[in-house]
């Protein structure tokens, strides 16, 4: 039997969840779950290690490495076939009453005003 999947910690829930090209009404969308949008932010946006990013959402670095290729190869399919982006899904947990899930004192995106 499968070890049960550990939930990820999540700083906050995406700002936007839909991202459509021009045109693309009609085509399937790619679903990108929000620990992988939070996997891809971490470590391109705030530019974290594997290692750091790990910690910060409370699971193995080859978690990360799996999670992070896969939100990769989504946005790729994502924009080089025009499909819509969705963000939705899987298993997290998100901060809750300016206190960071992953346990570093107040949430670094509380001082924007966004409340997830």
Known sequence: MPRPRKCRR????????????????DTEAVVLQ??????????????????????????????????????RRKVAVALAEGRPLHIHGGAFEVCTGGSCACGHGPCPRAKDGFQP
């Open 10 to 25: 999540v700083c906050a829930a995406p700002r936007c969840t839909r991202f459509e090209p021009f045109g693309a009404e």
């Open 34 to 71: 929000v620990d992988e949008f939070e996997t891809l932010r971490l470590m391109d946006y705030e530019g974290l290690t594997q290692e750091a990013c790990a910690l910060r959402m409370g699971v193995a670095r080859t978690t990360i490495t799996g999670i992070y290729t896969r939100a």
